[in-house]
């Protein structure tokens, strides 16, 4: 046999038991300090190390797909394999039914950041007229559409760095988002996060591991079960207080 039929055939089979390997494919976005993207195939970030320690302790093989926010959901939604899963998603009214809610990961403050010049806001009553960033396809534009901001005072990206680099620049007034991924991505443009003014936590949102109403129920009650397992072990305890502590 020719070599380069023999290389062939060995890729091939190598692609088809690596494809195969992965019992559950994990889709993400790179949240900062919930879903650090270490690798391709590494995750971090308190959602990231939740679900790798999970998982990696009942001996579940996952595979890791980085997708923009908006994609990631939809393809779970549709997802006709029926092995799709998704972190960290926020449970709300708006998708409660949309998907099968796994297990929570963990509860996340929400509140508005704002730099000197610019008023503290407290509430959402506060925000006035102010332009405000938040990420496209979240729970938190939820909440602002919700609470009567009008598309105009809304600035969508899709982007988390985005918002944050229009933030310096003066482009938004008032960034709402989650404190620990915030705080985070303006010290790493180089901001003094000593400065920035966070307002009061305007809401708690519970982020979970989700998946498609597709999923066989013996995979959910696996992954499920992994999650609760972990949840119960002083590792978690330790996780959550190294980034939730404040």
Do not use: C
Request: aromatic share 10%.
């Amino acid at each position: 046999m020719k070599p380069h039929i023999v290389f062939f055939i060995f890729f091939a089979l190598f692609n088809f038991s690596h494809s195969q390997a992965a019992e559950v494919i994990i889709r993400t976005y790179e949240f900062p300090n919930e879903t650090d993207r270490l690798a391709d195939d590494q995750i971090g970030g308190i959602a990231g190390k939740i679900i790798t320690a999970a998982l990696s302790s009942q001996h579940i093989r996952f595979q890791l797909i980085w997708q923009p926010w908006l994609r990631a959901q939809a393809e779970v939604k549709s997802d006709s394999e029926g092995n799709s899963f998704i972190i960290p998603l926020t449970r709300n009214s708006e998708r409660e039914n949309q998907y099968v809610w796994v297990s929570k990961l963990y509860d996340s403050n929400i509140a508005f950041l704002t730099l000197p010049g610019k008023t503290k806001i407290d509430s959402i009553a506060e925000v006035g007229k102010y332009k405000v960033g938040v990420l496209a396809g979240t729970g938190y534009e939820a909440t602002l559409q919700r609470n009567g901001l009008s598309s105009e005072q809304i600035d969508r990206n899709t982007e988390e760095t985005r918002n944050a680099k229009k933030l310096l620049l003066g482009r938004i007034d008032a960034w709402y988002t989650g404190v620990i991924g915030g705080m985070h991505l303006l010290q790493k443009e180089g901001y003094d996060v000593r400065k920035v003014q966070i307002g009061r936590s305007i809401d708690t949102e519970a982020d979970y591991i989700a998946t498609s109403k597709k999923t066989p129920q013996a995979l959910v009650e696996k992954i499920r079960n992994a999650i609760e397992r972990y949840k119960k072990t002083p590792d978690y305890e330790k996780l959550i207080q190294s980034y939730l502590s404040n």
